[in-house]
């Protein structure tokens, strides 16, 4: 989704902007643009449509010096994607906005504006924002003071950083809905809606809340709450290191996170588990004891994430002795919903800042839930910092839109809640050592599945001319097909579906045929009879299958379908094994098809809006 870089300093801010930027490319985007304040006072702006790229091949034949700054890489909601909609909007010459979120009354606010003779030059819901500064500016006796009567009239989601030429020492920003963090510098300070952004001039950083509005100076930071009150926001030093955003020697970031996946799992499971001992303060302080009341778990999340929490609804039913129901955010959050007793709320997001499982989060604390964790990947984001508790997945930055190792890494820690829930539910110890010590085997497992590259490129070539796949499995498989498939239409745009075999003979068996190729995720396990049979159901259609099995389960190829031997592995474990090969299947359909892997049309890796 959009991003967001500003900057004041005494140096030239156009690279450090244009780079962050750059560094936020992978969250999706279609236009970019930077506005600076001149030497001179003057306001001058370069926006293009397309890559930042193309935006800093304009600044090398239009450079920009100052040391205010502010700059945008937009994904559309309101307005095509063009130049005279690209950010920063400005008013009069002299006020700059960038915005992310949607102002939902920008109509009533548009109308308003224009009985004030403001002209409009696009059609974004951003630029009421940046007239309405510049007209609260004729009254107000300071920009901060003009943005916070700015932001009382806005209804919707912002992050925004306004600038004036008119008081250049300063930049102010205000957050609601839509995360801002502020990275410190020595006589330099920054403002950016991703610390990736910021990685490259500070290591310090603080997060912004619900409400807040910011001035800041190359000195100070100044912030007051949604109330007015002047209120500091801790400054941590970030862990997460500068070259996280390089490919190294891969072509592709998701080929370089879908490798990096036993080094995640090793460093989600660091000092969290050994032997058979859970470190169940992992979780937050007092875990153990929310835990010990907890009789039904509800999961909410989106896409990938949800996929995962899926998958745990096998393990907790299964072995953890507790209920659980799994719901889409987006459909939860505005539907009346049954909260049973001692129910724990648990949201799975890689971001942290997906709106709808925020939006979820916050109805759900009004709902009477016990208490709320999150599982995810971006410490400080708005579902961790608003939960009551948080397992940190350690996949480390993930650049790619396509999730991969925060997926598996979601997984591993489901499967310690599993452990955490199930002892205090009759888990035997017995059983609890033996969930442990299969955990424990993933990274080297996931390495020997990783040796299945090769044969896996050459199986997609099966895949350049299809329009359609069918991705199929059962019992905690089901999921691990879902995310087969949505990982093959999102980078290939391959238009893929994924059934629970039991359901093939009531819909689906209709479009077998030569012409659609069906994916089978078919590890050894108490369901294999029941899924030969589903195979033999597409078999006798002519359908032409692709089963990923291990030598347990006893598939032999042949005209009619082709095996792909996955390693031995635990059950329990399985979901996350067998979730490798289908990532590198969609990644090499990708390649051939040319599509653009890592930031796949359409898509955006944090989706900050509704
Ligand atoms: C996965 O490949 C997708 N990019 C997408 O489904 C993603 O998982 C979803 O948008 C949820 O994001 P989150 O984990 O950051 O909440």
Same mark, same amino acid.
């Given at each position: 989704m959009c991003g967001i870089v500003g900057a004041v300093a005494q140096r030239d801010v156009a690279d450090i902007l244009v780079e962050g930027l750059k560094r936020l490319e992978y969250r999706g985007y279609d236009s970019a643009g930077v506005a600076i304040v001149g030497h001179d006072d003057s306001l001058n702006r370069v926006r293009r449509l397309g890559k930042v790229q193309e935006l800093a091949d304009a600044l090398k034949s239009e450079p920009l010096a100052g040391g205010t700054g502010i700059a945008h890489t937009r994904w559309a909601t309101?307005?095509?994607?063009?130049e005279s909609n690209a950010h920063p909007h400005t008013s009069n010459e002299t006020i700059a906005v960038v915005h992310n979120g949607i102002i939902e009354n920008h109509n009533e606010l548009r109308e308003k504006l224009q009985q004030f003779d403001y002209q409009f030059?696009?059609?974004?819901?951003?630029?009421v924002i940046t007239h309405l500064v510049h007209h609260e500016l004729k009254t107000a006796s300071s920009l901060m003071e003009a943005v916070q009567k700015t932001v009382k009239q806005l209804e919707g989601a912002y992050g925004t950083v306004v600038m004036d030429t008119r008081d250049k020492e300063r930049v102010v920003v205000a957050r609601s809905g839509s995360p801002l963090v502020i990275g410190y510098g020595l006589g330099e300070n920054f403002i950016a809606s991703d610390l990736m952004a910021l990685l490259p001039v500070t290591r310090k950083f603080s997060y912004l809340e619900e409400g807040d509005v910011a001035e800041i100076t190359r000195f100070d930071v100044t912030i007051v709450d949604k109330d007015g009150n002047s209120v500091e926001r801790e400054a941590k030093e970030s862990e997460v290191s500068h070259d996280a955003g390089d490919k190294g020697e891969y072509r592709h970031y998701m080929l370089k996170e879908t490798y990096e996946q036993p080094t995640a799992i090793r460093n989600t499971l660091e000092g969290r588990l050994s032997g058979s001992q859970l470190n169940v303060d992992t979780f937050g302080a007092g875990a153990d004891e929310i835990f010990k009341e907890i009789e039904h778990v509800q999961i909410i999340a989106c896409g990938t994430s949800y996929h995962s929490g899926m998958v745990a609804r096998y393990w907790l039913e299964a072995h953890a002795g507790v209920s659980c129901n799994i719901e889409i955010a987006s459909e939860f959050r505005y539907r009346k919903s049954h909260v049973p007793k001692n129910a724990l709320l648990v949201t799975i997001s890689?971001?942290?800042?997906?709106a709808d499982t925020l939006a979820a989060l916050r109805l759900a604390k009004d709902l009477g839930y016990k208490a709320s964790l999150t599982i995810c990947n971006v410490a400080g984001s708005s579902l961790v910092r608003e939960s009551d508790l948080a397992f940190m997945t350690k @996949?480390?930055? #993930?650049?790619?839109?396509?999730?991969?190792k925060a997926f598996t890494t979601q997984l591993v820690g489901l499967l310690m809640m599993t452990l955490a829930l199930g002892k205090h539910n009759g888990m035997s110890e017995a059983k609890q050592a033996e969930i442990a010590h299969s955990i424990l085997t993933l990274p080297n497992k996931l390495e020997e599945v990783l040796a299945l590259a090769a044969p896996i490129e050459a199986l997609a070539e099966d895949f350049a001319d299809k329009h359609h796949a069918l991705f199929l499995g059962r019992g905690d498989q089901y999921p691990i097909a879902m995310e087969g498939a949505l990982k093959l239409k999102e980078i290939s745009y391959i238009h893929a579906e994924a059934y @629970?075999?039991? #359901?093939?003979?009531?819909?689906?068996?209709?479009?077998?045929?030569?012409?659609m190729p069906v994916i089978v995720v078919a590890?050894?396990?108490?369901l294999i009879e029941k899924l030969k049979s589903n195979v033999e159901e597409v078999r006798a259609r002519g359908g032409l299958m692709y089963v990923f099995a291990d030598s347990k389960a006893n598939f032999a190829s042949d005209e009619t379908m082709k095996v792909i031997d996955v390693p031995l592995c635990d059950d329990i474990i399985a979901p996350i094994v067998y979730t490798l090969p289908l990532q590198l299947l969609s990644y090499y359909v990708a390649i051939i098809k040319g599509t653009d892997v890592d930031q796949p049309r359409n898509l955006a890796k944090s989706v900050t809006v509704e």
């Open positions: 309101h307005g095509a994607p063009s030059t696009s059609e974004t819901d951003t630029e890689q971001s942290g800042e997906t @996949a480390g930055a #993930e650049i790619g839109v396509a999730s991969t @629970a075999a039991g #359901e093939l003979k009531h819909g689906p068996l209709a479009l077998i045929d030569a012409e590890p050894q396990n108490d």
